[in-house]
């Protein structure tokens, strides 16, 4: 069931990357702290997920199930440079 998981989070974060960022591992870790969002990711036809860009611009995120998921992304450069920080919302209803 883990290999089915890992590769629905790949497939979504492909989805994600085309909107312009690139959170594989933030979703790694958003499925490895909330189990509730692995297994809606592991029953959702991956057809019916919603991916969306926040208005603003600074924000992707997809609709799954009862969830609004949002990635809120701060671009930064310190010494060793560039760098982002994503901070996930869970909206839910």
């Known amino acids: 069931m883990r290999e089915k998981l890992d590769r629905r989070v790949v497939a979504m974060s492909e989805k994600i990357s085309e909107l312009g960022f690139d959170l594989e591992e ?3 870790e958003l499925v490895e702290m909330r189990e509730d969002i692995a297994e809606l990711i592991l029953t959702t036809k991956l ?3 919603e991916y969306f860009v926040e ?3 600074n924000g992707v995120g997809f609709y799954l199930g009862d969830l609004q998921v ?3 992304v701060e671009y930064g450069e310190d010494e060793e440079g560039p760098y982002y920080e994503a901070t996930a919302e869970i909206l839910e209803g």
């Open 26 to 28: 933030d979703m790694k």
């Open 47 to 49: 057809k019916k997920i």
């Open 55 to 57: 208005k603003e611009g």
């Open 70 to 72: 949002t990635f809120f």
